[in-house]
């Protein structure tokens, strides 16, 4: 069960990192923060284009060399996963 469950996360990882680049990149904080303080992190490194589809993703421009956020856990491009985003992105 272990094995499959390290899969899975690392299949998913594999998944979120790849894609061709759109301009855009989805942070992820801590999934217990709400929208407010992930957009605030996301802000203190850099221009913020909006949150995503969960309180805890926030949707940041990929042109820019910005720092890690405070609480960040991932950074990726947001076409791996466009179900999570507003149309458009």
Known sequence: MVAVTLLSALSLLGILLSGKATGTEALLFPPWWDADTSFLAAAETGPVLSTGGLPFVVLV?????????????????????????????
């Open 61 to 89: 421009p990929s042109n820019i060399n910005r720092n890690r956020a405070r609480g960040e856990w991932l950074r990726f491009h947001a076409a791996a996963s466009r179900g999570c985003f507003p149309a458009g992105v």
